[in-house]
């Protein structure tokens, strides 16, 4: 099925995104004794055939039943192998963590990350195919599951996004979501930032480790005591978190997981809470 320009997509990478990614991308590998074969695909229309993917849910290999959606390759992204296979090489370059460090710092300097107070909350989705990082829902009749932790400002951008099983306790990954947090340039030269004044959590991170674990870090904690506070009445902060939630399951690839590789969720996991806190740089326009 060809498409033509009227019936393409929009542009799903801004060109301010685009100018943080260039310099991280890695060298082209040279080609094996000098044979240059079948010209390398452009290296954003691959990202814009990632994102794509990500967006809508489609199968790596072949459209989905129906042809609800084209193929990435009918699109001029390249073929959905190269665009996985671009996906797993810049994970392992450490690309997709550069670039969500670099937004970050854009947005720090353009002082548009809140950090009087941080949110953190879970999210399970099924796996349906099971693989790493994977575990029993117990909320969903045992189902093999994942669940994405994430640590938002106060205005609800991703910080962090840590993946493990869903049968993990949310108050296991408060810790490595803080400690795996990287710091984050202000404005002028002061020291870069790695954490909020105060976290914001429900019930299920109420316990000795978890407050412990902040006041060390000199965090203020705002936790839902169980049998004694309600929830609610911190939901008037926290509702910013769900709110990311959403936006991070509206990227179908991730509502319903379908890649069994660790390597290859994670990418896209990261990929997604840099797109979500790509919305807020400033345009060039």
């Given at each position: 099925m060809a498409i033509d320009a009227s019936t393409r997509p929009r542009q799903l990478i801004s060109d301010e995104l685009w100018e943080l990614l260039k310099p991280l991308l890695p060298a082209p590998p040279p080609a094996p004794r000098g044979r240059t074969g079948r010209p390398r695909r452009d290296d954003r229309a691959v990202l814009?055939?990632?994102?794509?993917?990500?967006?809508?849910?489609i199968g790596w290999a072949k459209s989905p039943a129906g042809g609800r959606y084209p193929h990435p390759a009918e699109l001029g992204y390249g073929s959905g192998w190269t665009c996985l296979r671009r996906l797993r090489q810049w994970q392992q370059a450490g690309v997709w963590e550069e670039l969500h460090g670099a937004v970050l710092d854009r947005l720090g300097q353009q002082v548009l990350l809140d950090w009087s107070r941080a949110c953190i909350d879970s999210v399970s989705v099924r796996a349906k195919k099971g693989g790493a990082l994977t575990g029993p829902n117990p909320t969903d009749r045992g189902k093999l599951g994942t669940k994405y932790h994430l640590l938002v400002t106060?205005?609800?951008?991703?910080?962090?996004?840590?993946?493990?099983?869903?049968?993990?306790?949310?108050s296991m990954l408060l810790a490595p979501l803080l400690d795996g947090q990287r710091a984050v340039k202000g404005v002028g030269r002061g020291r870069p930032r790695r954490r909020p004044v105060k976290l914001h959590a429900d019930k299920g991170y109420d316990n000795r480790r978890c407050r412990a674990y902040l006041r060390r870090r000199g965090i203020t904690a705002r936790i839902a005591r169980i049998g004694i506070e309600s929830s609610q009445r911190l939901g008037r902060h926290r509702w910013v978190v769900e709110r990311t939630i959403g936006w991070l399951l509206s990227y179908k690839r991730l509502a319903l997981r379908y890649d069994s590789?660790?390597?290859?969720?994670?990418?896209?996991a990261r990929l997604a809470i840099t797109l979500i806190c790509a919305r807020r740089l400033p345009t060039t326009n």
């Open positions: 814009e055939g990632i994102v794509f993917v990500l967006s809508t849910g106060a205005d609800g951008l991703p910080l962090n996004v840590v993946l493990s099983g869903a049968n993990r306790h949310d590789s660790a390597r290859t969720i994670t990418a896209l």
